[in-house]
């Protein structure tokens, strides 16, 4: 079964964040709430304060098939910040594991040369954070083992891409035709 993880940074966008979370767990796919900071206690964008599963620093990542980045803001500039989620990162993009970044969260992987020849969508203004994609204004985009999308609005795609990359399509678009999901 796939396990993934998803990382809360304060000022994390709460909709973005918590829509994977959902999704995932209609469909019974394990995934863990991280804390890049020393509390589980993480407060996002809009001040909802979320409890996480577990802390970042206390986290065994081997078993894991794929790490979220949400958006939001500060959130996204403190991911960019975390040196210790950064070297996380460069280790599931070396072995080609899944790596997802939703709004903002794109610019995390731009500036460590994981878009290079791929496409790959963000939030709009953070396109020259995109460094060697070939920008595409779509929902969600998967290119390889990375997949984007472009922020609260295309939370539902995003989540759905996701799960189909872990599951199959059938079941992602099983779960967005239960919560009444329409493009």
Same mark, same amino acid.
């Given at each position: 079964m796939s396990q993934v993880c998803i990382f809360f940074a304060p000022g994390f966008e709460e909709i973005e964040a918590l829509?994977?979370?959902?999704?995932?767990?209609?469909?019974?796919?394990?995934?863990?709430?991280?804390?890049?900071?020393?509390?589980?206690?993480?407060? !996002?964008?809009?001040?909802?304060? /979320?409890? =996480? @599963?577990?802390?970042?620093?206390?986290m065994d990542f081997s078993n894991t098939d794929m790490l979220v980045l949400p958006g939001g803001a500060p959130g996204t500039c403190n991911l960019n910040s975390c040196e210790p989620l950064k070297e996380i990162l460069r280790d599931f993009y070396s072995k080609e594991k899944y790596i997802g970044a939703i709004c903002a969260a794109p610019m995390v992987l731009g500036h460590l040369g994981f878009l290079e020849n791929r496409k790959a969508t963000c939030y709009p !203004?953070?396109?020259?954070?995109? /460094?060697? =994609? @070939?920008?595409?204004?779509?929902?969600?985009?998967?290119?390889?083992?990375?997949?984007?999308?472009?922020?609260?609005?295309?939370?539902?795609?995003?989540?759905g891409e996701l799960i189909a990359l872990l599951k199959d399509r059938a079941v992602s678009d099983a779960v967005k035709k239960e919560v009444i999901y329409s493009v």
């Open positions: 829509t994977v979370v959902d999704l995932m767990r209609r469909v019974n796919i394990p995934i863990t709430m991280i804390s890049i900071t020393e509390s589980l206690n993480v407060t !996002g964008a809009h001040g909802i304060t /979320i409890t =996480a @599963d577990s802390l970042m620093r206390t !203004g953070f396109e020259k954070d995109l /460094i060697g =994609a @070939d920008y595409v204004s779509v929902p969600a985009v998967v290119d390889g083992h990375i997949i984007t999308s472009r922020g609260l609005g295309t939370a539902i795609e995003f989540a």
